[in-house]
């Protein structure tokens, strides 16, 4: 299970990286797509631990 977690938390962080650049190139909007960057990435460290321990 944690490994079927892990793969969905890195393909949802894919996805979400590539609307943080968009946001960042075609936007203009930097500060959004940098908060966006770092919350895919505490829920990519995250979310398979959590459901590890659960």
């Not at 793969?7 to 590539?18: A, G």
């Not at 770092?38 to 990519?44: D, K, P, S």
């Not at 460290?45 to 959590?50: H, Q, R």
């Amino acid at each position: 299970m944690f490994v079927i977690i892990l793969i969905f938390s890195i393909i949802i962080f894919l996805k979400t990286v590539n609307y943080a650049i968009y946001e960042i190139k075609v936007n203009n909007n930097k500060g959004a797509g940098i908060v966006i960057i770092i919350m895919a990435f505490i829920v990519l460290v995250f979310a398979p631990f959590i459901s590890y321990f659960r």
